[in-house]
């Protein structure tokens, strides 16, 4: 029997270290700051939602240009650019006490945070076997997953414990670990793309992941509403000593079912991920959408948990199997340019549902629109099955 190649090298275990640091940095901001701005900067949920809104922005107007700068100046070079500013970024939230300051740093911090996730998204790509990408991605998204529950707990902990001055001391002391975790990174070679004399669309997109990345858009639109406002919910509902215990219940489910997505994704084929992960979704958002007690709270936390854990990795796996080595960096950064910008977009639309017709509602909602995409999903399935079966005969 053929011996598999390893996927938890050293170089591995380095990068998902390094990752899991941005990712807590990032969940824990996105779990406070609408706190932050409610609490302490006297601002409305509108306002609290741009906060995430304006961060994607700039995330989302930088992600087409990165895979570029990942052929030019290399994916490790740009992961250590982009690591220290986003540090300094972070390490500025301590001196933020006004809104539209806050708003700009949260601008700039977003540029950082989008060059930093495609380089490293990139990396870990070039380390995994080619036949075990599915498996090898999906464990590099367990740092996201940690970084889900980290992130939000941490955050959570020092806002009730200590005070938001302290919370941004302590993410930025952890970014610092994962930097230095980020020395055992080697230089990847991969073979690039001549240069060419004029720009094309696909030095910015590559589109043999297009369609995988807007689907992803469209079910990151729906998962805003628990990325963005959870917290606000939890808190309206009296059970934000709780919130922290759903990302704990969020992520040790996608952490315990990891290791066999991964393996039936590589096996048996997307699909036997896909929907079932698209109807857990669904049933996460509607537990919330009727959420009464801290019971149902945990059981929401586990369904999404598991539904998230499912499709994220599995569209990002699709995404890059459809393209060249060469081009992973390009196939990352379009996937997660249409990622983040149904994020933004589900942080604002969703944040306005939740203002003029209640939080419940938007829960509805986003839940219908993971049965739109479940539907599109089918069909375009069936489509493809009957085209093969066309061509066989």
Known sequence: MKQQEPIWTKSFISIFCTNLSIFIVFYGLVATLPLYALDVLSRSDEEAGLLMSIFLLSAIIVRPFTGKLLDIFGKRKMMWLSLVLYLLCTILYYLMH???ALLVLRFVHGIWFSIITTASGALA???????????GL???????????????????????????????IALSVLLVLGSLAALAVPKMEMVSPQPKKKLSLNDFFEGKAMPVAVLGGFFSFTYASVLSY???????????GLASTFFVVF????????PYTGRIFDEKGPQYIMIPGMVLFFLGLLSLAFMNSGTLFMIAGCFIGLGYGALVPSLQALAIQRTAPE???YATATFFTFFDLGIALGSYVLGLIAVYF??????????????????VYLLLGRKKQVKEEISTK
């Open 327 to 329: 081009r992973s960096g």
């Open 98 to 100: 006004d809104f539209q």
């Open 251 to 258: 992520a040790a489910v996608m952490l315990l079912t990891r």
């Open 125 to 135: 790509a070039d380390m995994i076997p080619l036949n075990r990408r599915g498996a």
């Open 358 to 375: 209640g939080y419940q509602n938007m829960y509805l909602i986003s839940g219908a629109v993971v049965v739109c995409i479940l539907v």
């Open 138 to 168: 999906g464990y590099f998204a367990m740092s996201t997953n940690l970084g889900v529950v980290l992130g939000p707990f941490i955050a959570l902990f020092f806002v009730q414990t200590f005070s938001f001055d302290m919370l941004f």
């Open 230 to 240: 959870i917290s606000i919910y939890a808190q309206g509902k009296g059970l934000l």
